[in-house]
Nanobody, 129 residues
């Protein structure tokens, strides 16, 4: 079955670190750009980070730059989002998404509205103060 399986969300305290995982099943992430998005309560979904399989580029929205790190484990066909120094405003449902790349798609995958091949179902991150 072709899908993205997410894990790693939960309830944490301000300043904590959390790692989200996004594992591909049925296809190889080696040919896909990966984007991480989040949607906070009452707000629109925003793209926060991405990684290109084509040129290795990464991107972070200003609000997470320096705190979040995207990485790939090719052997596990998994992409991670490490989130450090979490803040209450990071509370949201986090989604990963994958789009096949012919040309590099980071940061386009998160900065523009494009058709995306696969979405994870989302995982809730709650940062408590």
């Amino acid at each position: 079955q072709v899908q993205l399986v997410q894990s790693g969300g939960g309830l944490v305290q301000v300043g904590d670190t959390l790692i989200l995982s996004c594992k591909a099943s049925g296809f190889s992430l080696d040919y896909y750009a990966i984007g991480w998005f989040r949607q906070a309560p009452g707000k629109e979904r925003e793209g926060i980070s991405c990684s290109s399989s084509k040129d290795g580029s990464t991107y972070y929205v200003d609000s997470v730059k320096g705190r979040f790190t995207i990485s790939r484990d090719h052997a596990k066909n998994t992409v991670y989002l490490q989130m450090k120094d979490l803040k209450p405003e990071d509370t949201a449902v986090y989604f990963c998404a994958a789009e096949e790349e012919k040309n590099p798609l980071c940061p386009v995958i998160v900065t523009h509205h494009i058709d995306i091949d696969y979405w994870g179902v989302g995982t809730l991150v709650t940062v408590s103060s």
